[in-house]
């Protein structure tokens, strides 16, 4: 079974930076790429950042690109996101994500719980 438990979030002033963490387990985690998402209140689900299964190729909207850094890690079955120059738009839950397949995609079947990110103005 799936398990994705994210970790790290809280509040932090913008400008600021923040990295998120997710613990994966119950599949095999370096054959499958992996993928941050977030959703703020009232929006739809948001995909931020994705990365293929050997952790050579990532990949971000707009939005977040050069500020955001997914990683991974295939021995710890850890993938991580560093944010920085946060801004209150960032403002969410985030959420790790995964899916079939090794390369990076946008969409995907399992998320974790989330956890919180606010960024104060």
């Known amino acids: 079974q799936v398990q994705l438990v994210e970790s790290g979030g809280g509040l932090v002033q913008a400008g600021g930076s923040l990295r998120l963490s997710c613990a994966a387990s119950?599949?095999?985690?370096?054959?499958?790429?992996m993928g941050w998402v977030r959703q703020a209140p009232g929006k739809e689900r948001e995909w931020v950042a994705g990365?293929?299964?050997?952790?050579?190729?990532?990949h971000y909207p707009d939005p977040v690109k050069g500020r955001f850094t997914i990683s991974r890690d295939n021995v710890k079955n850890m993938v991580y996101l560093h944010m920085s120059s946060l801004k209150p738009e960032d403002t969410a839950v985030y959420y790790c994500?995964?899916?079939?397949?090794?390369?990076?995609?946008?969409?995907?079947?399992?998320w974790g719980e989330g956890t919180q990110v606010t960024v104060s103005s």
């Open positions: 994500a995964t899916d079939s397949g090794r390369e990076v995609h946008t969409e995907y079947d399992y």
């Open positions: 119950g599949f095999l985690f370096s054959d499958l790429a």
């Open positions: 990365i293929n299964w050997s952790g050579d190729n990532t």
